[in-house]
């Protein structure tokens, strides 16, 4: 009796060949395009101490209350698969005193996080995020930069249809005294409201905004906006991301409803979407934090960043087919025995010293077989060995030459510098 399959858990997937070579394209842009505006990779553990996120992401929120694969380790340890990059990147400038380092720091990273979501086509439990964090500025420049290069970076991987959205959260204070009077403005119009926003008053009543129901959409036309509620100095900051991104010619819109998942956000928010993608249409989104290395137990020190998901920049960008990079040399035999296949592995070794992709016979084909092997992985160059006789075909010109073993290599290389 065969053995039950194992299967990947729900809302995990397997990275295969052509994925992986997508993903390394993501990998080579976010390097080129963060590495020039003087971003440096950083990587964190993927499992923190809970109380990480339990202090910066937030009690109330959804990623805390609902989703973090928490468990506790042989030791008794309360650990947490991170579910998000920036308290561990913040733990880790503090940890390693990069206060010190000539501030801005600015960090990337391209890492996977966990998340028990409900599954579905762009929302995975382990999902991949490419992301920045710079550190310890709080000037408003750092803001449009941060925004610019994101813009920049789905631009430069083909992501379709984007559109970004950002507002102001000021400070917690504001944000406080914004809740209370808007939590007042829809009391004093409950019996407008529908059933299910006037239940939420209390707990959250920013909900309102995003409501369908006809009497609350009224309601919320006329209600307070926070980014009216700033004050001065966080107003001012808005005004000269604002401005900074009208010189960037980068179009935006200004939502005063945007809310981020996450609580440690103070001051600017945004967040890119694409009309390429479903229900999940959130590509990209981050802020300032300049709170949070303060609750870490850290001076105060301003910061800002962003998070796009990996999979959903792969689902929004123009699928190109992606093939096998091509092999340079295929080695081949027409007889098959010790000494030629010791023969094989010397010349594949001998050629990748050199720079050359060769790939070598494996699978026991027929000579005629092998020799479609060499056309399927586009092979310019042909081997085969015969004893110990090589026969070297150009498979352009279709001219075949028999050389000594140690000649063939150095033929091959001087062809090449030839075409
Ligand atoms: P976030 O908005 O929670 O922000 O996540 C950023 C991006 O990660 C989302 O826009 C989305 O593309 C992707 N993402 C999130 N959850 C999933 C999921 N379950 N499956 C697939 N993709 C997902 C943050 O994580 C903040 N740390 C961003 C940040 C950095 N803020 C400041 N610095």
Redo the contacts with the bound molecule.
Sequence with gaps: MSSPRIQAPRGTHDVLPDDATRREAVEDVARRVLGAAGYRRIETPAFEATELFRRTVGESTDIVQKEMYTFEDAGGRSLTLRP???APVCRAYLEHGMHKLPQPVKLWYLSSFF?Y?RAQA???RQ?W?V?T?AIGSDDPALDAESIVLLAELLDALGVRDVRLRISSLGTPQTRAAYREELQAYLRAHEERLSEEVRARIDQNPLRAFDADHPGTREVMAGAPLLPDRLDGDDAEHFATVRALLDDAGLAYELDPTLV???DYYARTVFEFTSDALGAQS??????R?DGLIEQLGGPPTPAV?????V??ILLASAQQPVGQPAVTVFIGFRTDHAGSRALASRLAHEARRTGLAAQMELAGRSPKGQRKQADRLGARYVLFIDDLDVTLEDTESGEQTELAPDAVIPAILRGRQLS
Excluded: N
């Design positions: 998000e990059g920036t998340r979501e762009g929302r995975q999902f995020q992301g964090e981020r998942g996450l959130g590509v990209g989104g981050g802020g934090y960043g962003w998070a796009a998901g999979e959903r």
